[in-house]
């Protein structure tokens, strides 16, 4: 007997009016979702230069650990924005839950652009930075549910796949607007005095600028027909309540996520750190390569989306989980070893070509294992939960294997998470085969 939330969908039929309006509805919801990881990732990309006026120390070292322990401390409140926002968006609807994450967003650039350092007012300095991670944890928390769940929803039953990647497109664009601001501000517009001094500043007074843009955006943003639908029909019942109803679905979520969102963070925000400080390169190389490598894996998520649409999201799902436990120590290892930035950038860009068979569905995988009246909190709440555990820490485990002195250590427990998740894979159902996406309450 196939499970009542599973329904197979017939095809639709789509026409260019349509497809315009699709289109429209997900591109106002991506840039919504650029700006967020722009505000979020601009923390990592100028971390190098803060990290000194907050956490004072000789060791730099000790001011990137503690850098990056605020970092996780971001991830740690993300559940929480997962609940928060996701019940606003199964209750009152998406477009609502997106614009005020994006607004809330906004408050916490806007505390990093103007607290004093730590040597104007003293141990009050990170902990206001402290802060204002908890504030973009708490609105990232709530942006990944709400936006996976817009996207997957807005998009052709025949194209979620290619639609949803989308998310990890702007994701990354995300972080790709902030390396951007580096390079302009590191080349162009200031001098390396300048940067460490006060130009750190700026990228974050950008970010809140870019958040009430995008506020705006989203406030005329379509509703989507499925949230309607539900809306008429569901019972009015706490989003966490719903959800507890489909404890399997809450175990795929985390499970498939563990491996994906280590490999994520690490081949994103730690590779800032580990190309710099391990593999030697100057600050203006390591960004060239990482940037290079971004631009990579960006054109990588629709292809992969495309394909996933054809032959089916585990597929790709497995194939991320064997070569990623397989490749990931050769990788590391030998981009440790290597002083090329070329080889560097290659062997990157290597990891982005398994990396995105995770990344580029994860998000229309979640949304299309939950029923539309609890599927933004079902995405948010154990993706958050599993993120805050494996990917926000996982700048902050490796930093402390490398302070220890065993920074390859880091690399085998990188493998063996992404093998935890290949099982998982293993065994799960193909979503787009077997889907509650047509399924309200």
């Not at 706490?238 to 498939?256: D, F, H």
């Not at 690399?411 to 894979?425: E, H, N, R």
Request: hydrophobic share 50%; charged share 15%; aromatic share 14%.
């Amino acid at each position: 007997m196939s499970d009542p939330a599973i329904t197979t969908h017939a095809p639709h039929g789509m026409d260019a009016a349509d497809t315009a309006r699709r289109l429209k509805a997900i591109f106002i919801g991506s840039v919504g979702n650029l700006v967020e990881w722009y505000d979020f990732y601009a923390y990592t990309a100028f971390a190098l230069y803060f990290a000194p006026k907050f956490f004072p120390s000789h060791d730099p070292v000790v001011q990137q650990l503690n850098a990056a322990t605020l970092f996780a401390a971001g991830f740690i409140v993300r559940p929480i924005g997962g609940w928060l926002f996701g019940h606003i968006a199964d209750r009152y609807g998406r477009r609502l839950s997106l614009t005020v994450s994006v607004l809330m967003m906004c408050f916490g650039s806007l505390i990093i652009a103007l607290t004093p350092t730590y040597e104007t007012i003293g141990f009050a300095a990170p902990v206001l930075l402290a802060l204002a991670r908890i504030i973009e944890g708490l609105s990232l928390g709530g942006e990944y549910g709400a936006s996976a769940t817009y996207l997957t929803e807005i998009a052709h039953p025949d194209h979620r796949g290619f639609y949803s990647s989308f998310q990890y497109v702007t994701l990354i664009g995300g972080q790709l607007t902030a390396i951007l601001v580096l390079l302009l501000l590191q080349n162009v517009f200031l001098t390396h005095e300048q940067l460490v001094d006060w130009g750190w500043r700026i990228p974050f007074v950008i970010g809140a600028l870019l958040a009430v843009t995008a506020m705006f955006m989203r406030r005329n943003m379509h509703e989507t027909e499925a949230f309607t639908a539900a809306n008429k029909v569901k019972k009015q019942e706490s989003s966490l309540r719903g959800l507890m109803k489909y404890p399997r679905e809450v175990a795929i979520v985390v499970g498939l996520t563990a491996g994906g969102t280590a490999a994520f963070y690490t081949f994103t925000t730690y590779m800032q750190t580990f190309v710099k400080q391990t593999v030697g390169l100057t600050d203006i190389v390591t960004t060239y390569v990482i940037a290079g490598s971004l631009i990579f894996a960006s054109i990588l998520q629709p292809l992969y989306g495309l394909i996933s649409d054809r032959i089916g999201r585990k597929p790709l799902l497995i194939f991320f989980g064997l070569a990623g436990t397989l490749l990931t120590v050769p990788i590391l290892s030998a981009l440790e070893q290597t002083k090329s930035p070329w080889v560097a950038f290659l062997l990157i860009s290597g990891a982005w070509l398994f990396v995105a068979g995770y990344t580029s569905i994860n998000a229309v995988v979640k949304a299309e294992l939950f029923p539309t009246s609890i599927r933004a909190t079902g995405v948010a709440v154990p993706y958050a939960l599993t993120v805050s555990t494996f990917g926000g820490t996982a700048p902050a485990i490796a930093l402390f294997f490398k302070q220890q002195g065993h920074e390859q250590w880091f690399y085998y427990y990188l493998s063996a998470v992404i093998f935890i998740s290949l099982l998982v894979y293993s065994t799960m159902r193909d979503t787009k085969h077997e889907t509650a996406m047509d399924r309200h309450e």
